[in-house]
């Protein structure tokens, strides 16, 4: 396990690119030293093995979200061991892909978005590493890491790859789509895209201190579009395979590119440094014990 403490003295510390995998995105073939590696993390099973591989030298790991071969739906997907084992595998910055719905007219399919902001519509879903025990309150103000965004800008403009630089990115339980009158209301709410997995993952990954950003792919317009088909799996299949396509080559130039000294991420670096409330003498040492990965540096 890399925890915080192979910090060099002066307390730089290695880069390692996390990649949490969407719908069509469940490897990437072709990496150097490659190895897929089970993680054991006390919060349960994580979607997959993980890809432990490098580019150009970066060390890279990668975790298709649905598993391989997509077992899992959204509602199933173990966001807490997933992000816990990412964190285990020594990740400092966290990358997600994601296949998404369209909620605006000027992002068609094929069009990448960068998200800076979400929209947690999500119920029934394990949403926080702390509680009884171990009560924390990290900030969300701003949940994606604006270095990270820079990067896969660039990254993206070099692969010549279009993408909006934010994006409102409201996310659903599903499975199920949305009916008409929830695209509507969530278009109303001046929400860019639609998906069903990136909340929890996002306050998971700020938890546990892993500076996180999303690449939002679109392949429908929903289902409050006139002149365009209510969205089913068909059509965004078919517009999946061509999106993943772009996202491997953006990867590999982010990797290639990526600075190998973890670039600083305020927000995401010191977020539990203000954010645990029960006093040290109260804490649960069992929860505390599970925390050891996402929270070993504050407890
Ligand atoms: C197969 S379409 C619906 C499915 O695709 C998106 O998943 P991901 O964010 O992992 O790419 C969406 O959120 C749904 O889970
Ligand atoms: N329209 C949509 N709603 C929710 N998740 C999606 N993933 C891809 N398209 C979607």
């Not at 060390?59 to 285990?88: E, Q, T």
């Not at 997600?96 to 929209?119: K, T």
């Not at 790859?161 to 934010?166: H, T």
């Not at 995401?268 to 925390?291: F, M, S, W, Y």
Request: charged share 25%; glycine share 8%.
């Amino acid at each position: 396990m890399t925890t915080d403490r192979d910090e060099d003295a002066a307390g730089r510390k290695q880069a390692v690119l996390g990649i949490i995998g969407g719908s069509g995105l469940y490897d990437l073939p072709g990496l150097d030293n490659a190895r897929w590696e089970g993680v054991e993390s006390p919060w349960g099973e994580a979607s997959d093995e993980i890809l432990f591989a490098e580019i150009d030298g970066l060390p890279v790991r990668f975790l298709p979200r649905h598993g391989r071969g997509h077992r899992l739906a959204p509602g199933d997907i173990n966001y807490r061991a997933n992000i816990d084992a990412l964190k285990r595998a020594g990740v400092t910055d966290l990358v997600s892909f994601s296949a998404c719905g369209s909620l605006r007219e000027d992002y068609p399919p094929g069009q990448f978005v960068l998200v800076d902001q979400f929209i947690d519509q999500t119920r029934d879903r394990e949403r926080s590493f702390f509680g009884a025990g171990c009560v924390a309150h990290v900030s969300m103000a701003d949940p994606v890491s604006p270095t990270l965004v820079t990067l896969l800008r660039e990254a993206m403009a070099q692969e010549q790859v279009d993408a909006s630089e934010s994006g409102t990115y409201v996310v659903i339980d599903g499975p199920q789509f949305s009916s008409r009158a929830e695209s509507r209301l969530y278009r109303s709410w001046g929400c860019d895209v639609i998906g069903m997995t990136n909340m929890p993952e996002a306050k998971l990954a700020r938890e546990a201190e892993l500076a996180y950003a999303t690449v939002a792919m679109v392949t429908d317009y929903d289902c409050w579009h006139d002149t365009h088909d209510a969205v089913d799996v068909a059509g965004v299949l078919a517009v999946m395979k061509r999106n993943t396509e772009q996202a491997k080559r953006v990867i590999r130039r982010l990797g290639s590119t990526f600075p190998r000294e973890h670039p600083p991420c305020p927000e995401a670096d010191q977020a539990l440094d203000v954010a645990i409330v029960t006093a040290p003498e109260r804490r649960d040492p069992d929860i505390v014990r599970k925390l050891d990965a996402v929270a070993g540096r504050r407890l």
